[in-house]
């Protein structure tokens, strides 16, 4: 019988298929959400209260008040930029990244090297 966690766990990867994010996709958030999302590349996935450390230490001029903070976090998570996990305090932000597509190239040029280096 699934438990909570394997619930969680998929919920978690049914979101990372629907969107994600590349590092081109930042240029068209706002100035706020921009930032939010800058904090939250440095680790990939924080905690609410680390989250409003983090924010609290920036430069008065570029912090969020919890409200606006809040809000950002709601639209950042409607977006499909970051996933959250809980509720309120208790809540981990985590960034939702597109994977990238495999490359082809890789297999045959190792190959292609190999052959040359055995020559």
Known sequence: MPGVFDRLN???ENKQKDGGI???????????LRRIMKIMLR?????????REVMDELPE???LTPASL????????EQFW????GEREKAIYKVNLKRKAGSSLANG???SLDQKLKK
């Open 109 to 111: 040029i190792w190959s």
């Open 10 to 12: 998929k919920e978690i």
């Open 61 to 63: 001029a570029e912090r």
């Open 43 to 51: 680790e990939l996935q924080m905690t609410y209260p680390r989250l």
């Open 82 to 85: 970051l996933i959250r996990i």
């Open 22 to 32: 590349t590092p081109l996709d930042l240029v068209e958030l706002s100035p706020a």
């Open 70 to 77: 809040d809000e950002a976090l709601v639209a950042l998570t």
